[in-house]
């Protein structure tokens, strides 16, 4: 199991790291790429992490520490086996997404930054997602789920492992 | 005014096709007909065809994309960048999503026939990091478009060579701001770069590059095939083409409409959207993006193109419109809004900084019945302070909801404001 | 070199040149905060604009080059009206911490507050809250609400010393300067960061809490830790000395050189004056006999040196002189040798454990005026020159082996010399007269049967050359404490006592030296204190 406290990649997954850096004039640009697998691989971006990353770049750890607390996608502390992302911008607040994330907070016991006590879901409130045609939404892991009312959401939920 | 010319389907012609993104039914429909004759002009010429259509930025900036193309200095032996902007993040917009989920052949063409156009043998394509789906649609698509010759080595047998890498973002709206976007590209915080120099001069690492929106892009094959000047009849004087609509909000029929660039606000509401639901009335509508500052009823009588807008002091941006009716707080709207400013900002130059998270916390203290009058003034006041000065256009996105939204509905605030000091 | 114009007054300036340097070159001063002329352009702080004919707005002066025929205002309404805004932005989270802030005299938020602000506040709103007092590393402490994240800090480490410790986390207004957690700030150049952090955010932690700026004093001088001699100032406390717990030089910073430090110092450098306020400073003449030492003064000590120095034969002396001393301590003590007729004459202790050395500033010898030494000839070599004399191993094995009845020890602190402690300490127990001349007692310094305080460099002036031959003063910051004197003034002292008639002997301030040696000597032919001004001069190849 891969250890985020104690990172080390495969053979495979730095041969993969090495082809990312190899498609960037200069192998920073990789950067994201690369973070993004050692998230999937890791679960989150610990520190320790940070640092090994930052040792496959030639970065002073610092700079990575730059990126991963810029961008809202890359966790610095273990998240849920599933993440929810309620949008709560303009569109979404037109029709209603307060109702949605209100009733979320009940179903869940959870306020928005927080995980489920049994590590099953993190509740988050997110900036707009461009998909305001199906508003309100949320993001459930990789996929889209919008026209929310709370009856659907209790339906989401119960359906997420 | 405010007649359609054509129902022309340009960019969703494929939509309601299930295998719309197959590289099968891309070629079926006359795919990769504009490449192969693109393929047999001279660059120069690419680009003056897509001038004369009159195209221009359809991310938000609204620049004319043949100009842009023209920045790249000729006679430069650097490597020359193609960057797609596929960073969506403009609230009230999700025409980008569509496109590449149903039609990103139509992206590929374009970026070839862009490539060609100003020297480039690699494009990125730079997409946001929540857009999953349309990531791997993409992906496939270019994986096909490998495997049949039109990307790699000798692309259809001549000597043009076009790479397209994928590249996901990681969660910051700043990174749709076209420098903010090279930045993340190079492996950093999105932090938009000061200019000059410009991108066309240095860009992504350093070398000449040209960002373009995704559905800028997927017009130029169009405009290679039929031709500048039937792209160009499309529209108005100042704008070519059809575009995409993002219509959400209030509306009986959210979702994304193909107009003629001349279709007004008003008929994209009421005849391309249904009208507001509940037959209510509208109270308000922003025309282009939360970004664009918001319109009375009384001011949708205005053609959509890059004009239009602007005569009332708007945008058209990227043509989110965003719909309110009657039982919209406009107080509430404003807190929302300057809640994402302040998310949102990258924190690299002081004015954006410090005043998005202030002005932010103000309305807030507004809704929560605890503003105070002074509040208005002081909002207007640092907003129109910093318009126009830092490194990039986010603050000034921010500023047109901020002014906007305070002197267009000023009693709705005031009244709040009013009754929140006498409870 | 294109000719622009600015606040109507005509300049040409070179190629290249920003408008902040410009506007300089014409006597205009635009404020600005992240701008630095060591490092890139970052274009944060937006408070450098100005007014440029033909263009609609105003531009950062930082990142606008100047060009043939520009017209230039910096001055005008709306650049006072940008100012002013500017300086609101950036104190819209400030905290109001000038009560307890180090920064407050010298911080350039009050500064261009005073002349560019003075609005009222309107900021009622909770200000964003971040770490307050947080170590970055020995030298350096960090209060993050008073950051205004101009980024100078970040810049540095990544393109001064190439360290890349400090990053800017997060973004918006929860952007915070900081290393990578559980990091320090530890590259042997820290401290410049205080100097070019513009507020209090970035302190330095030795001069935390001390004394109020506005009290100290400053003089310009030279760093004696190497033999780079970066320029420095020297900061002291004079008005109030019940703070800086009674210490009189509260801190170095060092001052601009384009040839020799730029803007830098190192840390060892900034930091290494504790010794000066020292209480092993040596304030009195001292005369042991046995176990016993007594204080005695100037009056009896000259006499019994002079007394000794006559008694002994010119080959029983050995003058053991250090790159400590200026080039006037060491001109006079040539002059002294050489009229004496004393041949073991050096300066070249070799050190235990070699100095370090870095392709920066930091060079292994760790004292100020070796080569200065090296010129002046303060060896047997150089005084008289194949006529024999002892050199610094000589002398002591010599004292060891009872052939040397006075050894005179200039400031060297021989238990850190590469020689064997035991050999050290047979010297010290051989030699009949031991003479310890210093700044500060040290275990030799407790062997000598007389003992003279020097004054330190910063109680006095004169000159040291730096090891690339470059002649720089050092002026006086302080009176010497007790009854300390300038090693030149005591040898004066001692040769006219010994009746030598040489006019150098009768010099009464350090530049009559300096004009001596000068005149003398063909590597400093021509120079002047004047000439040689702030910047120093080189020496004649």
Not at chain 2, 50 to 58: I, Q, T
Not at chain 3, 248 to 267: M, Q, S
Request: a neutral charge; one cysteine or more.
């Amino acid at each position: 199991m891969s250890d985020a406290r104690n990172p080390q990649f495969t053979p495979e997954q730095l041969a993969e790291i090495r082809r990312l850096q190899g498609l960037y004039p200069d192998k920073r640009g990789a950067l994201l790429p690369v973070l993004h697998l050692a998230q999937e691989v890791y679960g989150y971006v610990s520190l320790e992490v940070e640092e090994y990353v930052a040792g496959l770049f030639e970065l002073s750890p610092a700079h990575v520490h730059e990126v991963v607390t810029f961008y809202t996608l890359f966790f610095q502390k273990p998240k849920g086996r599933h993440v929810v992302s309620v949008c709560h911008n303009l569109s979404c607040h037109l029709m209603n997404a307060k109702g949605i994330i209100g009733h979320l907070e009940d179903r869940l016991g959870v306020a928005p930054g927080e995980t489920t006590p049994d590590g099953r879901i993190t509740l988050l409130t997110v900036e707009c997602l461009c998909a305001c045609e199906q508003a309100p939404m949320m993001q459930v892991d990789d996929r889209y789920e919008g026209n929310l009312t709370p009856e659907k959401v209790d339906r989401i939920l119960d359906g997420l492992p | 005014m405010g007649e359609n010319k054509t129902s022309e389907r340009i960019f969703t012609r494929n939509f309601h096709l299930a295998d719309s993104h197959r590289l099968t039914r891309y070629i079926e429909t006359g795919g990769y007909t504009a490449l192969a004759k693109a393929l047999g002009m001279e660059p120069a010429a690419i680009t003056e065809e897509v001038k004369k259509a009159n195209l221009r930025g359809l991310g938000g900036a609204a620049f004319a994309t043949g100009v842009k193309w023209g920045f790249i200095p000729k006679g430069s032996t650097a490597p020359k960048y193609l960057v797609i902007n596929a960073d969506e993040g403009e609230p009230g917009t999700f025409k980008d999503r569509y496109l590449m989920e149903r039609d990103p052949h139509a992206l590929i063409e374009g970026m070839l026939i862009a490539a060609r156009a100003i020297g480039s043998r690699v494009g990125f394509v730079y997409i946001r990091g929540e857009y999953v789906k349309p990531w791997r649609i993409l992906d496939g698509a270019v994986k096909e478009a490998y495997a049949a010759g039109f990307l790699g080595k000798n692309i259809q047998g001549s000597s043009f060579n076009f790479d397209i890498v994928l590249h996901r973002g990681a969660g910051a709206y700043i990174c749709g701001e076209e420098t903010g976007l090279l930045s993340s590209l190079e492996g950093k915080k999105g932090w938009p770069k000061i200019k000059p120099p410009f991108p066309a001069i240095k860009g992504a690492f350093g070398h000449p590059t040209i960002v373009n929106n995704v559905e800028t892009i997927m017009a130029v094959p169009h405009i290679i095939n039929r031709g500048a000047a039937w792209f160009a009849g499309l529209g108005t004087k100042s704008q070519g083409g059809t575009r995409l609509y993002s219509v959400s909000g209030h509306v009986v029929k959210p979702g994304v409409v193909e107009a003629p660039v001349s279709v007004t606000l008003r008929r994209l509401i009421y005849d391309h959207c249904g009208g507001i639901r509940g037959g209510r009335k509208l109270k308000a509508v922003v025309p282009g993006g939360s970004s664009a500052a918001i319109l009375t009823p009384d001011e949708i009588d205005i053609q959509m193109d890059v004009d239009g807008p602007k005569s009332k002091g708007s945008m058209i941006g990227s043509a989110g419109i965003i719909v309110m009716d009657e039982t919209v707080s406009i107080p509430e709207a404003l807190m929302v809004v300057a809640r994402f400013y302040a998310h949102e900002s990258c924190g690299q130059c002081t004015p954006c900084r410090e005043s998005t998270g202030w002005i932010y916390k103000m309305s807030r203290r507004i809704v929560e019945g605890k503003g105070r009058k002074e509040d208005l003034d002081t909002i207007l006041d640092v907003a129109k302070r910093g318009a126009g000065t830092t490194i990039c256009a986010f603050y000034d996105g921010a500023v047109g909801p901020y002014i906007s939204y305070i002197e267009k509905f000023r009693g709705e605030f005031e009244d709040l404001i009013r009754n929140s000091a006498r409870a | 070199m294109p000719k622009l114009t600015i606040n109507g007054k005509e300049v040409e300036v070179p190629e290249g040149t920003n408008l902040i340097e410009a506007a300089r070159a014409a006597g205009a001063e635009v404020p600005h905060y992240c701008y630095h002329p060591a490092l890139s352009i970052a274009g944060q702080c937006r408070l450098c604009m100005v007014d440029i004919d033909k263009v609609p707005r105003p531009q950062i002066a930082c990142n606008t080059r100047a060009t043939e025929g520009m017209v230039v205002h910096t001055e005008t309404e709306r650049v006072k009206e940008t100012r002013r805004s500017m300086m609101e932005f950036h104190l819209i989270n400030h905290p109001l911490d000038c009560p307890v802030c180090d920064q407050a005299g010298e911080c350039f938020l009050q500064i261009y507050y005073m002349k560019h602000g003075l609005y009222d506040p309107r900021m009622t709103d909770e200000k964003v809250h971040k770490p307050k007092a947080v170590p970055l590393g020995p030298h350096v402490i960090l209060d993050a609400e008073r950051c205004i994240l101009c980024s100078r800090c970040v810049r540095y480490c990544d393109e001064v010393t190439h360290t890349g410790e400090l990053g800017i986390f997060h973004r918006g207004d929860h952007s915070e300067i900081g290393l990578f957690p559980g990091k320090t700030l530890e590259n042997k150049y820290s401290g410049n960061v205080n100097d070019i952090c513009p507020v209090g955010a970035l302190t330095d932690r030795d001069f935390r809490f001390q004394v109020r700026v506005w009290y100290l004093d400053t003089a310009k001088s030279v760093c004696n830790g190497c033999a780079r001699g970066c320029n420095i100032e020297v900061h002291t406390n004079k008005h109030r000395t019940h703070h800086n717990q009674g210490r009189r030089v509260a801190r170095l910073k060092p001052r601009f050189n384009a040839d020799v430090n730029k803007w830098w110092i190192c840390d060892a450098g900034r930091y290494g004056f504790k010794w000066m306020d020292d209480k092993s400073r040596l304030l009195q003449p001292l005369h042991r006999v046995g176990a016993q030492a007594a204080e005695v003064s100037w009056d009896r000590a000259l006499p019994e040196l002079v007394t000794a120095l006559q008694r002994a034969r010119p080959e029983e002396i050995g003058v053991l002189a250090s790159p400590q001393m200026s080039n006037e301590d060491l001109w006079v003590l040539r002059r002294l040798a050489e009229q004496l007729g004393v041949k073991n004459v050096d300066w070249r202790v070799p050190p235990r454990v070699p100095g370090d050395e870095d392709n920066f500033l930091i060079r292994a010898d760790k004292n100020p005026n070796g080569r200065g030494a090296e010129i002046l000839g303060i060896t047997p070599g150089g005084i008289t020159p194949g006529q024999g004399g002892l050199d610094a191993a000589g002398m002591l094995r010599a004292a060891r082996e009872k052939r040397l009845k006075l050894l005179w020890l200039f400031h060297h602190d021989l238990w850190a010399a590469a020689w064997p402690e035991a050999d050290v300490l047979a010297a010290l127990e051989g030699a009949e007269n031991v003479v310890f001349q210093g700044t500060n007692a040290n275990e030799a310094s407790a062997r000598a049967h007389l003992v003279l305080p020097s004054a330190a460099y910063v109680e006095r002036e004169g000159t040291f050359t730096n090891f690339e031959g470059r002649v720089q003063r050092f002026r006086t910051a302080l009176a010497p404490l007790g009854e300390a004197w300038p090693d030149w003034m005591i040898l004066s002292f001692v040769g006219k006592a010994l009746g030598f008639r040489d006019p150098v002997f009768a010099a009464e301030r350090s530049e009559q030296v300096f004009d001596a040696l000068a005149s003398t000597v063909p590597a400093f032919a021509g120079m002047s204190y004047r000439g040689i001004a702030d910047s120093g001069a080189m020496v004649k190849p």
